[in-house]
């Protein structure tokens, strides 16, 4: 082998890498520069202007709803903490003491939200569809510990990545309810239509995609020299 093979060798894992990590860390800046849009622009509001006037229809439920945005904000500033400490390789204790607080964070903004579903002005329809987030949200949280408590990293990380996608849900519904030529819809059916689709389809596509990971992984397993079936 020549002394230019050798060094395409080593040089294309490299560039390859190289590539991934910048893509990722694309991804990641947009998924919290949309992060941080959606909380100034809809989060600090509430706690900046305290009075009926903002709240709304909330007004009567105003400790809930400072509960649940609380609770929204910090899972989701606190989530890519435990993606970057889990793959960067940044102290473990940093990754712990992340992932508990944003479990902590959900449990908060779980609760609170089920009260606020359960006493919803816009109708069941709107109400299930939230409780249905909520229990997505607290289900694929729970698993993430779960698997981690057992000790299954890989488990534990795909776990991780569907909490966050739930938790992601309320920048999600915000786009197509404010920004994107949806709102220009009917304000209710669009609520309870985003209710449901806000947090299933984002959480179907991430199945597809973590499966279609899986099944590829696999298949470069069995590829291998002495695999077994």
């Known amino acids: 082998m020549t002394d230019a093979a050798v060094t395409r060798d ?3 894992p490299s560039g390859k890498q190289t590539g991934m990590r910048a893509s990722a860390v694309l991804i990641w800046a947009l998924i919290i520069a949309c992060a941080l849009a959606f909380i100034f622009a809809y989060a600090t509001r509430y706690f900046v202007h305290y009075d009926a ?3 709304g229809p909330y007004w009567p ?3 809930a709803l400072l509960l649940h945005i609380g609770g929204a904000i910090v899972a989701l500033l606190t989530a890519p903490w ?3 400490s889990g793959y960067r390789r940044m102290p473990m204790a940093v990754h712990r003491w992340t992932g508990r607080v944003f479990v902590a964070a959900v449990a908060l903004g779980s609760v609170s939200a089920v009260y606020l579903s359960l006493t919803t002005t816009f109708g069941w329809a709107f109400g299930l ?3 249905a987030l909520n229990v997505a949200w607290v289900a ?3 698993m993430a510990v779960y698997a981690i408590r057992h000790r299954q990293i890989e488990l534990h990380k ?3 990545i569907r909490a966050y996608v739930v938790t992601f849900a309320f920048v999600v519904i915000r786009l197509f309810n404010d920004v994107l030529p949806t709102s220009a819809l009917a304000g209710k059916d669009l609520a309870i239509t985003l209710s449901w689709a806000g947090w299933a389809v984002p959480l179907l596509a991430t199945e597809l995609i973590l499966q279609a990971r899986q099944i590829h992984k696999t298949l470069r397993h069995m590829q291998r020299p002495g695999a077994v079936a």
């Open 82 to 84: 435990q993606f970057w």
């Open 61 to 63: 439920r105003r400790g």
């Open 129 to 131: 569809g939230t409780i």
């Open 10 to 12: 080593f040089e294309s």
């Open 140 to 142: 694929t949280t729970c």
């Open 158 to 160: 795909q776990w991780m």
């Open 53 to 55: 006037a903002t709240f």
